[in-house]
């Protein structure tokens, strides 16, 4: 009997209208995530200053977000392997701008604390509209789309930097909380047309609705499914399990003998998920992306730190002076527009050099040419050559990232494809809960040449873990 895998019918069927309402609705979900931690930017001042909380409670602030966010990262992966793609989007979408409502509403700090942890949680949701978008898209232009789909996070930054201005320089901060979780919010009547990913069907043996999904998707994009019945892997020659190396595991799927999960498809819980990503098999992968991850928020959320701290270390410390922030609204608006707007050439970068060299090859690279940006930072540099290394490092770190989150989701199979791609991004927040450590705590001390060689160190490491990942996933098939 003639037989043919989700791979097959994504690739007859190509990229069309129906992909494109996948992406914006993904696409939207990235926007929310970059509103609400651009927020953090702005809402820590705004709050110190009507409640006389104290530097520590002001920082205290964005780091709760962030721990929401770890532990969101985590628990929404798993859920969505366990329960599916939508039951997350739902769900986050739920907790997300309901709670980032609230917020507007909160009496007190305390309040505000509790209920901006639980915004954490849901915008820790990111990845998992991340793979889902992926698991629409023909492997041959994943790469392409993955960029295009970064671009949302990059308006959603703009767009909250631009609210930030005019809402916060005419209304309370309350109403910049309540119009940032919006857009959000407006997701949720597109929900009942949302569609579950074929993949996962798949994977959950739901054989007849993956097939239904693929014929909405062949009837929206004006094509036709091939001939044959619908199959999770494509059929073998051999029906045992061999013992193999990392790099054969992660080849495409109709090259390797047929292996079945079930342990973790159906009944099993987040430790069974986790033995398989510290399995054999995908230990390497695993270890590895944990520390790019890791490396790669540092280094994103340290840069924009830089970008609205160097100046004023300039100054303080040439003078002899304690360190102090002294940044009026102006200036921290500027700051965050030329931090946005570098992500641009970042994105247009990646998108030129991922489906021509690769994945590993683009991700490497450009950690390379962040270190070079950072390099001369080491020692005071006049504003504008200051201005322009970090805005060239922001661009090549954003490009970074965006490669990043197309590999993750191509490297791990279906089955623990959210959980493996929501604990890396667990452990990436840690990395942005400590560069402030880095980018503000040793600038203060003026010790700049300190503070930019541990992310050159950092980004240098993180380069070389790039070389050594096992498999290159440009043009393969998802498994």
């Known amino acids: 009997m003639e037989t043919y895998t989700t791979d097959d019918a994504l690739t007859l069927i190509g990229f069309g209208k129906f992909q494109a309402l996948v992406l914006t609705y993904a696409g939207m979900g990235w926007l929310t995530e970059a ?16 409640w006389n909380v104290s530097p520590q409670d002001e920082s205290l602030l964005s780091s709760v977000v ?29 907790l997300t701008s309901g709670m980032g409502f609230l917020s507007a509403l909160s009496p007190n700090y305390l309040c505000l604390l509790v209920l901006r942890f639980f915004v954490g949680i849901g915008v820790g949701s990111g990845h998992v509209f991340t793979s889902w ?23 959603g930054t703009v767009l909250e930097a631009s609210l930030a201005w005019a809402v916060l320089s ?38 007849t609705d993956a097939r239904l ?33 990392e790099d054969e595991h992660l080849i495409p799927v109709r090259e390797k003998e047929h292996t079945v999960r079930n342990a973790i498809r159906s009944k099993s819980g987040a430790i069974a998920a986790l033995r398989e990503l510290l399995s054999h ?90 270190c070079a940006f950072l390099g001369p930072l080491v020692l005071h540099q006049n504003e504008l050559l200051t201005t322009t290394l970090l805005f060239g490092a922001r661009a090549c770190g954003t490009g970074t990232t965006t490669i990043l989150c197309l590999y993750a989701p191509e490297v791990y199979p279906t089955s623990v494809r959210s959980t493996g791609v929501g604990i890396a ?37 993180a380069g070389v873990a790039c070389i050594l990942f096992p498999v290159e996933t440009k043009g393969r098939e998802m498994d």
């Not at 402030?436 to 490491?461: D, K, S, Y």
Request: charged content about 15%.
């Open 170 to 207: 005419a209304l309370s901060w309350r109403w910049l909380l309540a119009l940032t979780a919006l857009p959000c919010f407006l997701l949720l009547p597109f929900f009942r047309i949302t569609p579950e990913s074929p993949r996962y069907l798949c994977a959950q043996n739901r054989m």
């Open 281 to 370: 098999n995908l230990l390497r992968s695993t270890l590895l992306l944990w520390f790019v991850y890791y490396a790669s928020s540092f280094a994103y959320y340290g840069i924009a730190l830089l970008t609205s701290q160097l100046s004023d270390v300039n100054r303080s410390c040439k003078s002899g002076l304690i360190f102090e922030v002294h940044q009026n609204d102006g200036n921290l608006y500027k700051d965050t527009f030329i931090t946005s707007l570098a992500e641009i050439p970042g994105l247009i970068l990646s998108a030129l050099l991922v489906d021509r060299f690769g994945r590993k090859a683009t991700m490497w690279s450009l950690m390379f040419a962040c």
């Open 133 to 155: 978008f992926l698991e629409f898209v023909p492997a041959g232009n994943r790469g392409t789309w993955m960029v295009i789909l970064s671009f949302f996070w990059t308006i």
């Open 35 to 50: 509103m609400e931690v651009m927020l953090l930017s702005f809402l820590g001042p705004v709050v110190r200053e009507e």
């Open 213 to 245: 999904v693929l014929e909405r998707m062949a009837i929206a994009n004006q094509g036709a499914l091939p001939v044959g019945v619908l199959t999770y892997h494509q059929e073998t020659k051999t029906d045992y399990i061999t013992h193999v190396s």
């Open 425 to 461: 991004t667990a452990i990436g927040k840690i990395g942005g809960v400590i560069c402030p450590l880095v980018a503000v705590g040793m600038l203060r001390n003026c010790h700049q040449m300190e503070a930019v060689l541990v992310f050159e160190l950092v980004l240098f490491l």
């Open 66 to 94: 962030f721990a929401g966010m770890l532990i969101g990262a985590c628990a929404w992966g798993f859920i969505s392997d366990r329960y599916g793609r939508k039951t997350v989007l739902l769900l986050s979408t739920l």
